[in-house]
């Protein structure tokens, strides 16, 4: 195998992708501060709308490379990596903080998408 050599996606992770890239969009539609009452339903608390932007904006890029890496049948693993550490983190800190009492039980619910992505994203990549 030539170090250009990519290997292909295979069907289930190539409709993860195309997945991910719809729920990271549904995503940074949600943060954008355009849209205050459908961020609400999170149960998350709002911030400034300069850090809701950034959020917004970076939670689109990514599904932007989500959605790339499945239209030209192209894996990056980092890009997955980092990705399913970033989809796990989010699921994470909203688990800690609702189980501590400081955002509502029903904030987790906002962030189950994220941890079943992460971990498909994660067995992708031992099983590679």
Do not use: C, Q
Not at 11 to 30: C, D, E, H, P, Q
């Amino acid at each position: 195998m030539s170090i250009d050599h990519v290997p292909s996606l295979e069907r289930w992770m190539k409709a993860t992708l195309y997945i991910s890239f719809v729920l990271n969009t549904l995503g940074a539609i949600t943060f954008a501060p355009l849209f205050p009452g459908l961020f609400a339903l999170t149960g998350l608390p709002a911030a400034h709308p300069l850090y809701m932007w950034m959020i917004s904006l970076w939670i689109f890029a990514f599904g932007i490379g989500y959605l790339w890496m499945a239209l030209t049948n192209r894996p990056d693993r980092i890009f997955i990596a980092v990705g399913a550490f970033g989809k796990f983190s989010f699921f994470a800190l909203i688990a800690f903080f609702s189980l501590s009492g400081s955002l509502p039980m029903a904030a987790i619910s906002s962030g189950l998408g994220d941890l079943a992505l992460s971990l498909i994203f994660a067995y992708w990549l031992l099983k590679k």
